[in-house]
């Protein structure tokens, strides 16, 4: 008696499908995780986006209140005053400086979870916050040292730019400081897209791979190759849309808190009903604000998943490697393996470029038939008529006439 097959239910299909991903689908799909997990990636990139600007308010605006009212004891004018004046303004524009890296390190402790969150709903596995955060935690640090690297490397960049500028308008003239000034600019603008694509996939290579910043770095650049116009086109059109939705949310309300504050206070004293107005409008932005903000960066950081995913798919057969996690995990397999670190065994494969093609395998080509066998030689038949032979002994018999 033959063992029977075991059935083996089909895969659970994750917010992609397992192959090299278009353009379309990256885009498609960069909506995909804030669905699958909608109360751990929203929650929680609300939740910060919410504590950072408290943060960065209450912040500058308590440390501007305490250095700028000293300047109600002093007479304007005086050399004291000036001093107070330019010490506050600087107090004031470090203490925002600081606030807002602060606020950053925040976003990039949101873009870590989505990282993790999203390997995970690729294979179709949901995880809650906690789970995710004791994941992500022990790559945190080396995450936030990349982005104030980054930073720090663009603080340096245009300081020195700047500080060149200046001193060619001292040493030259002040029109070529301008002219240097709008060409500068305007090469910024294809240098900072080029970059921020070629580095755009260094936080995965960091959370999923483990890598340090040096070889995320360089993870990041040789990934992005061959896939440069697709990312950079992904991360253009997203930050388009939410830029565009944004606008269009705060231009109406500023219009409504104008027109509230004329209806109010048609004489445009201060009064009591105005300034109700003015601030139910203003946190009425401001929370609309940061709900697109928290939005955008979930889908932003999704879209940077899913092309690292692309790209390695391509380069390295990791969609071979999630399809065998995927069935044994469904089988029951254990333990599991991590499909997204290095692995030593697996040859690195050519890069495919441009859309994937899927066809089923070509048939094979139909064998040639067997050679018939050779017939055996008819029996003669006796009734079959012979013509004579002229002169042969061999004539019919029956061909004669009497």
Not at 147 to 171: R, Y
Not at 176 to 193: E, F, K, Q
Not at 218 to 242: C, E, H, K, P, Y
Request: glycine share 8%; proline share 10%; charged share 10%.
């Amino acid at each position: 008696m033959s063992a029977q097959p075991t059935w083996t239910p089909a895969p659970r299909a994750g917010i992609i499908p397992l192959h090299p991903l278009g353009f379309g689908t990256i885009l498609g799909r960069s909506f995909a995780a804030l669905r699958h997990n909608p109360a751990v990636l929203f929650g929680f990139a609300l939740g910060v986006q919410a504590i950072a600007f408290i943060i960065l308010i209450v912040g500058v605006g308590g440390i501007g209140w305490l250095t700028f009212s000293r300047l109600d004891t002093l007479r304007e004018g005086t050399e004291e005053f000036d001093a107070v004046l330019a010490g506050s303004t600087l107090i004031t524009g470090l203490a925002a400086f600081v606030l807002g890296l602060l606020a950053t390190a925040l976003q990039v402790i949101v873009q870590a979870v989505v990282v993790g969150e999203v390997s995970h709903a690729v294979v179709a596995e949901k995880l809650r916050l906690s789970v995710l955060w004791r994941q992500v935690r022990p790559s945190l640090g080396r995450l936030i040292g990349y982005s104030a690297l980054l930073l720090l490397a663009i603080g340096l960049l245009v300081a020195a730019v700047t500080a060149a500028i200046i001193a060619i308008g001292v040493a030259v003239h002040p029109a070529i400081a301008i002219v240097l000034t709008v060409l500068v600019i305007l090469g910024a603008i294809p240098l900072s897209l080029w970059l921020s694509t070629k580095l755009l996939l260094v936080p995965s290579a960091l959370i999923l791979e483990g890598a340090t910043i040096r070889g995320a770095i360089a993870r990041s650049w040789v990934l992005v190759r061959g896939r440069f116009w697709t990312a950079l086109g992904v991360i253009v059109i997203i930050s388009l849309l939410f830029g565009a939705v944004a606008q269009f949310v705060s231009l109406p309300l500023s219009l409504l808190s104008t027109a509230l504050t004329t209806i109010v206070s048609p004489t445009g004293e201060p009064t009591a009903g105005a300034i109700v107005a003015v601030v139910v409008t203003v946190v009425l932005t401001y929370v609309l604000t940061l709900t697109i903000q928290a939005v955008g960066l979930v889908v932003q950081s999704t879209a940077s998943v899913l092309i690292y995913i692309d790209c390695r798919m391509r380069r390295e057969g990791l969609d071979i490697e999630l399809l065998r996690y995927v069935e044994r995990r469904d089988a029951g397999g254990s333990p599991l393996p991590d499909p997204w670190g290095p692995h030593a065994d697996r040859p690195p494969m050519p890069p495919v470029w441009g859309p994937p093609v899927y066809a089923p395998p070509p048939y094979p080509a139909p064998s040639p038939p067997p050679p018939a066998p050779p017939s055996p030689a008819a029996p003669p038949d006796a009734r079959t008529w012979a013509p004579p032979t002229a002169g042969g002994s061999d004539a019919d018999p029956q061909s004669t006439r009497p």
